[in-house]
């Protein structure tokens, strides 16, 4: 009876065993299922990121005064900055070399506030020191992101900032630091849009970005003709022929004969920087 008794208890502990390891191995599968099924999601989300590269290695972005004075009109409005900034920053660490000459427009404008009042050379020259103010607080929003920067002006000015050569800038963007350039050219009669094209030709740049308050090239200003036509793509003849609003005629022809290509677009959502960078379809294309 004792032999039975084991017997039983026995047949029972295995029984017992067997049920708990098909428990567990039942819950091991469902648990095993879970983590093969995320883990093929993460994987097909990362593939689609590791897809999605930026379309540029290195733009020359182009910022005008008046969009950092929002919706005041005059002076630093910092929200804007610090969102334009940020989008800056991403596109940065995603690798894009990227160079920033910005407008003086905000505090200064040469031919417009100083015409007829003073003498066109000096009062170009108040609007580089309107250039600089806007790169130096730019560049304080950037660092306070993180973000390493330079700042690098056409007229000496070495106590602020760094005097603008070639090869530093180079070096520089090759390093990963986001290079502002103030001063426009360093010479009067010349604007910053040309100063844009002027440095993107000396860096190298694949593109210009050219961040300004319109969505595009129309075939007419879009606030005084509702029939105004926007243009996803346009030729630098056309432009010259049809004086269009695009930049000055200085600074298309020079874009022109170095065969760089212009991307306008509106910096309204600041996020069309980083759409712009990763090739999405926005704007007007000028090659």
């Known amino acids: ?15 017992s065993q067997k ?15 879970r983590y093969i099924i995320m883990t093929k999601t993460q994987n097909i989300v990362g593939c689609r990121f590791m897809d999605n590269k930026p ?51 905000n505090f200064w404008r040469g031919v417009k506030d100083g015409g007829g009042f003073m003498e066109r050379t000096r009062a170009d020259h108040m609007g580089m020191m309107a250039t600089v103010m806007n790169c130096l607080a730019v560049a304080d929003v950037l660092e306070h992101m993180g973000a390493q920067v330079r700042v690098q002006t056409a007229v000496q000015m070495s106590s602020i900032a760094e005097p603008y050569i070639r090869l530093k800038a180079d070096k520089h963007l090759k390093n990963g630091r986001i290079v ?6 360093g010479s009067p009669y010349f604007s ?36 105004a036509v926007k243009f996803d793509h346009i030729s ?12 000055d005629s200085t600074a298309t022809s020079l874009s022109m004969d170095n065969n760089i290509p212009v991307l306008l677009f509106a910096l309204k959502d600041p996020e069309n920087i980083k759409r712009a960078i990763m090739g999405e379809k926005i704007g007007t294309v000028v090659k």
């Not at 009876?1 to 029984?15: G, L, S, Y």
């Open 1 to 15: 009876m004792i032999n039975v008794w084991k017997n039983r208890k026995t047949v029972a502990k295995r029984d």
């Open 19 to 33: 049920r708990n390891f098909c428990k567990n191995t039942n819950t091991l599968f469902h648990f095993w299922r």
């Open 55 to 105: 379309a540029y290695k290195r733009v020359l972005l182009k910022l005008s005064g008046e969009a950092l004075a929002g919706e005041r009109g005059f002076g630093l409005d910092f929200k804007v900055i610090e969102s334009v900034c940020r989008v800056v920053k991403e596109c940065s660490d995603l690798g894009v070399e990227i160079g920033i000459v910005i407008g003086g427009g």
């Open 180 to 185: 502002i350039f103030g001063c426009g050219t």
């Open 192 to 227: 910053t849009d040309t100063a844009a094209v002027l440095r993107a030709a000396e860096i190298n740049a694949d593109v210009i970005l050219l961040a300004k308050n319109v969505d595009g090239v129309y075939s007419a200003d879009p606030k005084k003709d509702p029939d």
């Open 236 to 247: 630098y003849d056309d432009v010259l022929a049809k004086h269009l609003a695009v930049m």
